[in-house]
């Protein structure tokens, strides 16, 4: 994202404000509701989205330096990350070669080792197998075939990623889809990370993934909090193949207009939130607080439910700020979480209890719902089923 790609943005978010247009899709789109609560959907979403794809994991600074690891179950397969002692990012399945334990409890951290609790075979940050306890009571095994297995895995522009199955290597083109720029303008690896909150909820994955998509509801559901500091309707989309990245206005904008002539000195990230969609699963939002990932799973294998996790990189200039303000990471975090759970999910806990009970076979996207378009389509593309049509109203 350049300075004059940036431009672009804050020249159509001010025709937008001033003309009381939006982003348009051309048309509204019907989504059938079973999409929200079929098992055999989900049982092919697991395979397509959830083990046989590259997933973003996170940012660089979870694993701030050599010989660091994170270790997530999130994906439903438990992945162990590392920086090795070279600095290489790497991704291991966190399954011990001898009986199949979790070789390293959820969490992150540093060691150049890793002992398993069951019976202690030991491997190392290069996911060799070091030590088997009690070897010549175990009896001879080969090293070399059991180290830990290895996960395709990438670190690209401050991000990680990793696809839950082997295979060939990452590819990344596919991934980010003309978005490196973007990763490259706002300096990720420059992000502490902050803090992270899970917000388990009673809806379809899909449902999570949709509720960031517009913001339509805001003056509505949001009046109290996020309509404060965001305006409603006037919003940018661009679609980066199966990616996408919306831009929205904050209110400071007005400030802006009113003190500052010159268009391109305004401070694009104190007047934005910039919300990008990552296939399948991911929601990125910048704004000048830094950057919250949101990694969207289906949970327990059932299609009405998901988990949410929530992790917030700090912008470094406004950590310096909390710090010279003795703020609270955590006061943040709860107020994010309470718009996100009281709020957002919890009106969609009814529609997927709507959903379930079959009274209505449809909803509707409006034209300013282009992103809920996207990624609908983009999902029945993803497992083979017949795309939804715009219906030019
Ligand atoms: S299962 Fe890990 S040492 Fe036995
Ligand atoms: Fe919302």
Redesign the pocket.
């Known amino acids: 994202m350049d300075h004059s790609e940036r431009q672009g943005i804050l020249k159509a978010l001010v025709e937008h404000l001033d003309n009381g247009t939006t982003a348009d899709a051309g048309g509204i789109m019907r989504l059938p509701m079973s999409d929200y609560t079929c098992p055999q959907l989900l049982a092919q979403e697991q395979d397509a989205f959830f083990r046989n794809v590259p997933l973003l994991m996170g940012f660089s600074s979870q694993l701030p330096k050599p010989n660091t690891y994170w270790s997530d179950n999130a994906t439903g397969t438990p992945i162990l990350m590392v920086r090795d002692g070279e600095g290489r990012f790497r991704a291991y399945a966190n399954v011990?070669r001898?009986?199949?334990?979790l070789?390293v409890p959820e969490g992150r951290g540093s060691k150049l080792r890793f002992t398993?609790p069951?019976?202690?075979?030991t491997y190392g940050i290069d996911g060799s197998l070091l030590a088997v306890n009690k070897s010549c009571h175990f009896g001879n095994v080969s090293s070399a075939e059991l180290s830990l297995i290895e996960l395709p895995s990438a670190e690209w522009y401050g991000t990680l990623w990793v696809r839950p199955s082997q295979g060939d290597p990452l590819d990344e083109d596919e991934c980010l889809a003309g978005l490196q720029n973007d990763l490259v303008h706002w300096k990720l690896s420059d992000h502490p990370h902050a803090g992270q909150q899970i917000i388990d909820a009673r809806i379809n994955w899909k449902l999570g993934i949709d509720s960031y998509g517009e913001i339509y509801h805001l003056n509505i559901l949001h009046r109290d909090t996020a309509a404060k500091e965001v305006y409603a309707n006037a919003q940018t989309l661009d679609r980066f193949e199966r990616n996408l990245r919306m831009v929205f206005a904050n209110r400071k904008i007005d400030l802006m207009r009113l003190s500052m002539p010159i268009q391109s000195r305004w401070p694009y990230k104190h007047i934005t939130s910039t919300v990008y969609f990552f296939f399948p699963n991911v929601i990125m939002m910048v704004d000048a607080f830094g950057v919250d990932l949101m990694r969207i799973f289906p949970l327990g294998g059932s299609p009405s439910k998901s988990r949410t996790i929530h992790t917030w990189y700090i912008d470094p200039r406004i950590r310096k700020h909390f710090e010279a303000q003795g703020m609270s990471y955590e006061d943040r975090l709860t107020r994010f979480r309470e718009v996100v759970e009281e709020q957002d999910y919890a009106m969609l806990e009814e529609v997927q209890l709507n959903a379930e009970c079959g009274t209505q076979s449809e909803v509707v996207f409006g034209r300013n719902e282009a992103a809920l378009q996207h990624f609908h389509n983009v999902y029945r593309s993803e497992t083979g089923r017949e795309l939804l049509q715009v219906e030019d109203v």
Do not use: D, E, L, Q
Not at 98 to 101: A, I
Not at 118 to 121: I, S, T, V
């Open positions: 011990c001898h009986r199949g334990s070789v398993c069951f019976h202690a075979w």
